[in-house]
């Protein structure tokens, strides 16, 4: 290492750049960033917007919790007492008849 031998060219002022040349070293490390970047967008949507991906980042216990929390914010699982009709509109509505809301 820094012998000194006829054959180092490592302290040539040829070797300042990668590539040759500062433009192109450039235009290599934004490359490299951008791929990074993209990179990193991708496992975020990945790991945020779907059910394997939360399961991944949060784990099984972890993502347990996350749709009991959620669980009470969302609108389809609110019931809706009614006293005029016992039909139900919406799989996810419940309606009770008039007896029952008495009781209630």
């Known amino acids: ?43 975020y949507i990945f790991l945020t917007y779907t059910k394997p991906g939360k399961k991944l980042f949060y784990g099984n216990e972890g993502y347990r919790i996350y749709r009991l929390r959620n669980l009470g914010k969302s609108k389809n699982n609110i019931a809706r007492i009614n006293s005029s009709s016992a039909n139900l509109v919406n799989k996810d509505t419940m309606y009770v008849t008039s007896e029952e809301s008495n009781f209630l």
């Open 1 to 43: 290492l820094g012998s000194g031998s006829k054959y180092d060219n490592f302290n040539s002022s040829n070797n300042t750049y990668i590539t040759g040349y500062l433009y192109y070293d450039l235009l290599l490390v934004a490359s490299i960033i951008l791929c990074f970047c993209f990179i990193f967008i991708i496992l």
